[in-house]
């Protein structure tokens, strides 16, 4: 019946033993795998199969051939990759974006929930929560649309502000200057509040104790954030910048495919914008899935080896 | 040193520290307050001051506009049916999922988890998903909106915890009285479950609502825009001219675009003040154990 009584019987009997087992557990439990079935047949259909198709990468994809007609062409993709000037620039504008958000973006939450954490008033503190949780649950189309009303230059209160100060106005939406700091700015605004969640949680769970032991010792309110705050959310902090670093490459389509535009393109486009415009609509399948999959597999490296890494420096690690 | 002046440096560090906090919350909502209080300005008074911020006459004019054509209406319709749908099925799959992985003695869960968490580390990208939805005729359907994002492993994998850390005495008490699996999760661990639940049908609902990527890959039929998509070319696009729109309305003003932001939005943040006081407690209850 149990495993360790399966385990004991040895010999011919085994591999029949194991099977019955098998049914044995499918029949016991037919609800739960009942249960189980629609779900592992969309990661099975949307998840794996479209991992099947990458094999496109290698292949001359002919809508008429179809996916298994279509000829084999080896690494011919992959070498029109890394001799296209487009992946350099596409690269390069990746590995920026990506850059500017690690290094603005990510401190924003951790600076911000330890700015909230210090409020001593319960209802200030919540009301403030409310507000800015809000910008997280607005689309990408709104906040795009929103940059447009204020920064635009027929009438967009940032420049007439400038205007009115006797400056210059400014083309933010359409130049090859403003583009990343504009990039950088709606993720700031979009998702920092949201982001504070998770460290806020993080804080409450600090035993109070602790402050009143360094208050004992003379420490200030800058002197306990120092050595008792923050090395409480070391572990939270760790483990989601090796989230974002295993998602580096992850710009994000929506709100880049919506700021881009002829102007700005030369800077701003970046893999999965690529991907969506020489795929999708230039019909281009073979060709993009191969950029689709150099990015792909770089995210993954990128995620095995910082969970790495944080698991030798003592963390626990993601996975 | 002395009392005296460690509270004053207190006070001035708690006084700054509200400051800054105050400024941030401003910043998070006056765009918001903005164009809601322009969308009800009139279109004279957009034109003829360059730096409006309080209109001072009252005008519905950008609301009359979007209730005149059946093209906002439309897809707004189409919004509202695929988020209620669609957060359905992502709810539904996603319970029936977690549930029986939340068993930790069920043969084979390990595998399944397995597959699930490798989902989240390598995606196969957003062309061979395209040609995936298009080979099983989801393209110009609903559907499409809702199927090929059914669940979300992430979701599910917190659910997954909250479950396994309901008592398991409520089980085993259920099947001795009778129930099958099936029964348990729906009279016993969903009834249980409702505020973790409740904060993941807004996520979903909010993903629902927000969609534009799929809509864009998927939807070739502006009929069947959801609103986002309708969004943009109105809002966004409008400095370039609405070549692609099939039932162009005329050049949208100020307020109108506006009017559009507020009517697409406004829905969906209605919900979050009822759902608010669960949500940070829904998102821990599973993710700090990761």
């Known amino acids: 019946m149990n495993q360790s009584k399966g385990n004991l019987a040895i010999g011919i009997s085994a591999p029949i033993r194991k099977r019955t087992y098998f049914w044995g557990q499918i029949r016991r439990n037919k609800w739960l795998y009942g249960m189980l079935a629609p779900g592992v047949l969309y990661f099975l259909l949307f998840k794996y199969a479209p991992m099947w198709g990458l094999l496109l990468a290698f292949k001359d994809y002919q809508p008429f051939l179809g996916f298994f007609g279509s000829n084999w062409v080896g690494m011919k993709h992959f070498e029109r990759l890394f001799h296209d000037p487009a992946f350099w620039m596409l690269l390069r504008n990746t590995l920026v974006l990506a850059g500017y958000n690690i290094l603005f973006f990510f401190p924003a939450p951790i600076l911000l929930s330890l700015m909230i954490n210090e409020v001593r008033q319960d209802k200030l503190k ?107 959310i070391r572990s939270t902090i760790v483990i989601l910048f090796i989230l974002r670093l295993g998602s580096f490459l992850d710009t994000g389509f929506e709100q880049i495919f919506l700021m881009l535009n002829p102007i700005n393109r030369e800077v701003g486009e970046v893999f999965d914008t690529y991907v969506y415009t020489a795929g999708i609509t230039q019909g281009q399948f073979s060709f993009s899935t191969a950029v689709g999959l150099f990015k792909s597999l770089v995210g993954f490296v990128l995620v095995i080896s910082s969970n790495w890494l944080a698991k030798r420096f003592g963390e626990e690690g993601v996975y | 040193m002395n009392q005296k002046n460690r509270s004053w440096g207190t006070h001035l560090f708690d006084g700054l520290n509200l400051a800054i906090l105050l400024v941030v919350s401003a910043v998070m909502i006056i765009p918001f307050i903005y164009i809601i209080l322009i969308s009800f300005a009139t279109e004279q008074e957009v034109l003829s001051k360059s730096f409006l911020i309080f209109p001072t006459k009252f005008s519905l004019e950008g609301y009359r506009y979007i209730f005149s054509t059946p093209i906002l209406l439309r897809s707004l319709a189409v919004t509202i049916g695929v988020t209620v749908i669609g957060t359905l099925v992502n709810l539904l799959l996603t319970v029936l999922m977690a549930y029986p992985l939340a068993r930790k003695d069920l043969y084979g869960r390990r595998p399944v988890m397995l597959m699930v968490i490798f989902t989240m580390l390598f995606n196969a990208g957003i062309v061979p998903t395209f040609l995936i939805v298009k080979e099983l005729h989801l393209t110009n359907t609903y559907w499409a909106l809702i199927i090929p994002s059914a669940i979300s492993a992430f979701n599910m994998i917190i659910i997954k915890n909250f479950f396994q850390q309901l008592p398991d005495g409520l089980e085993e008490s259920a099947k001795i009285d009778g129930c099958n699996d099936l029964g348990i999760l729906f009279r016993i661990v969903i009834p249980l479950s409702l505020p973790a639940l409740a904060t993941f049908s807004l996520f979903y609902a909010v993903t629902h609502w927000n969609t534009f990527l799929s809509a864009i890959l998927y939807i070739n039929d502006s009929k069947k825009w959801p609103i986002q998509v309708l969004l943009r070319q109105i809002v966004i696009l409008s400095e370039k001219g609405l070549s692609d729109m099939n039932e162009a309305p005329p050049p949208p003003s100020k307020i109108i675009n506006m009017a559009v932001i507020v009517f697409s939005t406004v829905p969906i943040l209605s919900i979050y003040p009822f759902l608010q006081k669960h949500f940070a407690k829904g998102v821990l209850l599973g993710s700090v154990k990761g």
């Open chain 1, 126 to 232: 919540r009301a403030i929560q409310t507000v800015i949780y809000i910008p997280h649950f607005v689309s990408w189309v709104v906040v795009v649309g929103i940059a447009y009303t204020f920064f635009t230059i027929d009438g967009g209160l940032v420049n007439e502000a400038i205007m009115a100060m006797g400056g210059e106005k400014i083309n933010f939406l359409a130049s090859a200057g403003w583009f990343r700091p504009m990039i950088t700015l709606e993720v700031i605004w979009k998702e920092t509040g949201w982001g504070t969640i998770i460290f806020l949680a993080a804080l409450a769970g600090v035993d109070p104790q602790l402050y009143e032991a360094a208050k004992m010792d003379g420490a200030g309110r800058l002197r306990q954030l120092w050595n008792v705050t923050l090395p409480a």
